[in-house]
């Protein structure tokens, strides 16, 4: 069994940011800025803004921050959208999900720039994703791409298997393997889905992203199988100093002996969501430059 990192992916990709940040700064006399809203107080949103934060450190980025009050209203919200959108010392712009409720994510979403959308969530990028334009694409979805890219993993004609339909994952990660040059047969499954244990047996290529802990079994994997595991979840663990610990959507234990090569949880997908995000800044800052 294989185990890919995404340590080693992320930091083959961070060198290379670093490179072409150097040379961005040097040319233009500025360095790419990304903004982060987070409005609320959830913590794994808290963790992985504050993961973000440190990335644009490390690269050289502009960095703002705007952390705002769980009861904080669409209007205030969309305003400060709108402040950052004419911004132009401001490159990407990413409010973190979810938000709290009473706030209409799609509003939000769409009130973004899609220049600046480097989340790759706004529907123009969507669009342009699904029929192969350039565009901004969801940072997650991405790196499990550039993870198997890394590892020389060939999708092609693969019967690719993704569990869960999230806008941030599922259904860009069908785009992008159905596109040409990738050429996997993909199937989405589901919480609704009948048979999912024989379906996802039917996989050449596991992409577990539905959010429930250890949810994938040995049952349910072909021998060979090769498996990203994108979720994360905080289960409770009373001998860990936070009180929990993170689990992916597979039982790694109960598979690893099965699959061909494998995704830890964590030291997986996780690290390459961040790669991408500063990726897709960098990419922003290049084409508003000019
Ligand atoms: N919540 C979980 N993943 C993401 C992500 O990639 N971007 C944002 N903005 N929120 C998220």
Redesign the pocket.
Known sequence: MQLLTGKEVSDAVFEDLEKQTSQFIAKHGFAPTLAVILVGNDPASQS?VKSKKKACISLGFGHRDYELAEDTTQEVLLDLVKELNADATVHGI????PLPKGLDENLIIESIDSKKDV?GFHPINVGKLLIGLPCFV???PKGVLEMLDFYHIETKGKHAVIIGRSN?VGKPMAALLIQKGRDATVTICHSKTENLKEIVNTADIIIAAMGKPLFITPDMVKKGAIIIDVGINRVEDPTRKRGYRLVGDVDFEQVKDICSAITPVPGGVGVM?IAMLMKNTLQAAIQLAH
Request: aromatic residues 10%.
């Open positions: 992985y990413l409010v973190q999900l989340d969801s940072c997650t941030i969501t």
